[in-house]
């Protein structure tokens, strides 16, 4: 639908006293949380072409949308924040940490942190033992991938493009965090924070020809600066 210029207030439409949109796709679908009269959080969908209004559910924080209407983000499970996704048309929920073959113990701080147009997310766990994992979820094939034992512990995605590409952080023993790119056609990592000669980086986001943007600091935290990766 052509933009017209009009402003619809979405909280009224939702009832409750405190409402937020995260995200919003190119037919229109918007999601976003509401906090009702009993302080509870709840994600919904607003579908502003039919003009409906679905709840996800309970404790549940939708933070993207792509295009076909898969939505991801966390929710608070028993043992701490899990990953979901949600397909709008089918109302299909995902708990992505319940697909591993070993469940991991006390699964804080999950949650789907980028997500792309062929239904792959990067998402997040991080276990009381072995810290933040980073991990790849193929929607279409339904296939997990860990990718740990490329960037270790403590890897967090920030992007992702249609390609598959991810980049992120991650924090080497001296504890700086640098920026890499990962392919998971390929399954190969660039560290990209080491080629910058950068005591620490962060990328901020990847486009579809593959080029990364972020900052980098120069020796001795002297000044910050932008970069991009090509």
Do not use: C
């Not at 899990?82 to 397909?87: I, Q, T, V």
């Not at 048309?89 to 697909?99: H, Q, R, S, V, W």
């Not at 493009?161 to 640098?178: E, H, I, K, L, Y």
């Amino acid at each position: 639908t052509p933009a017209t210029g009009d402003l619809l207030n979405i909280g009224v439409l939702l009832g409750a006293p405190n409402s937020d949109a995260r995200a919003v796709n190119d037919q229109g679908q918007v999601v976003g949380t509401i906090t009702n009269a009993n302080f509870e959080t709840q994600g919904y969908l607003y579908d502003s072409v039919a003009g409906t209004i679905t709840y996800i559910g309970l404790s549940v924080d939708p933070q993207y949308i792509n295009n076909q209407g898969l939505v991801g983000g966390s929710f608070q499970a028993f043992d701490g924040s899990h990953a979901f996704l949600y397909d709008s048309g089918t109302g299909a929920f995902t708990d992505l940490d319940l697909l591993f073959p070993d469940p991991w113990p006390y699964s804080h701080l999950g949650g789907v942190r980028a997500m792309n147009e062929k239904g792959q997310v990067a998402a997040t766990f991080m276990s009381a033992v072995d810290g933040i994992h980073m991990y790849l979820y193929d929607s279409a094939t339904a296939t997990v991938t860990d990718i740990e034992a490329l960037v270790g512990k403590n890897a967090f995605p920030k992007a992702m493009n249609d390609a598959g590409q991810v980049v992120g952080v991650f924090f080497p023993p001296n504890n700086q965090q640098r920026a890499f790119v990962y392919d998971s056609a390929t399954r190969a990592i660039v560290d990209i924070g080491a080629l910058l000669e950068s005591p620490a980086s962060d990328p901020s986001d990847i486009n579809g020809a593959g080029q990364v943007v972020g900052w980098a600091y120069t020796d001795g935290f002297a000044e910050q600066r932008a970069f991009v990766y090509d």
